[in-house]
Structure formats: structure tokens, C-alpha cells
């Protein structure tokens, strides 16, 4: 099963864009579900996750100005992403994990924070 993400975009600093994922298929048992990115010559690393209770956590880098959100009955995942920085260019990916520690990636959406 994929998860497919949405919502990528081009916009100007301090702007605002909404990314979605969801799984292509049937996926049971989500635990957790994350977003993380990867700018060019860095390491992935975590934007922000939130359980199936609606726990979260944010990397310092984006609190005050990123918001994780997920619909359990649809297994979706959101992330509202405003004033945006052109350090927040990077390729987004959504992750999720089951109850049975299997994780699955989705193909990642580009989001690129530009005058």
C-alpha cells in the first residue's frame, strides 16, 4: 500500500499551503502518521507526527507555524503549513506506521518557498 500526497506547491514567503495523504489502498491499523522532508544535500528528518489518540509533536523549526492534523476514519493526514520560509523548501513525504511496525512512505510532494 502507498500513501499518495497532495498539495505541493510554489508560493511566495509568507504564504500558506495545505499538504494531504492518504493510502492507495486499505492500510489497518495506523498508529502513527508523520511528515517529514528533505531539502537537497540534507538528511530526511521529521516535520511532525501525530498518533491515533491526536498526540502530536513539531520539530522547533516549524511550531507556531505548521499544523498536524489526521481523519482516523479515512486514514488521511494533513498538514497546514503557513508563513512559510524559503528554508522550508524541501520535498515532503508522509509516513505512516501500524500497529504491527509496518511503515509505509509515500512518494513525496515538492514544496518550494520563493519570491
Known amino acids: 500500500v502507498q500513501l499518495v500526497e497532495s498539495g505541493g506547491g510554489l508560493v511566495q514567503p509568507g504564504g500558506s499551503l495545505r499538504l494531504s495523504c492518504a493510502p492507495s489502498?486499505?492500510?489497518?491499523?495506523?498508529?502513527?502518521m508523520a511528515w517529514y522532508r528533505q531539502a537537497p544535500g540534507t538528511q530526511r528528518e521529521l516535520v511532525a507526527d501525530?498518533?491515533?489518540?491526536?498526540?502530536?509533536n513539531y520539530a522547533d523549526s516549524v511550531k507556531g507555524r505548521f499544523t498536524i492534523s489526521r481523519d482516523n476514519a479515512k486514514n488521511t493526514v494533513y498538514l497546514q503549513m503557513n508563513s512559510l520560509k524559503p528554508e522550508d523548501t524541501a520535498v515532503y513525504y508522509c509516513?505512516?506506521?501500524?500497529?504491527?511496525?509496518?511503515?509505509?512512505w509515500g512518494q513525496g510532494t515538492q514544496v518550494t518557498v520563493s519570491s
Open positions: 489502498g486499505s492500510l489497518f491499523s495506523i498508529v502513527v
Open positions: 509516513y505512516a506506521r501500524t500497529i504491527m511496525s509496518l511503515e509505509n
Open positions: 501525530i498518533t491515533s489518540g491526536g498526540s502530536t
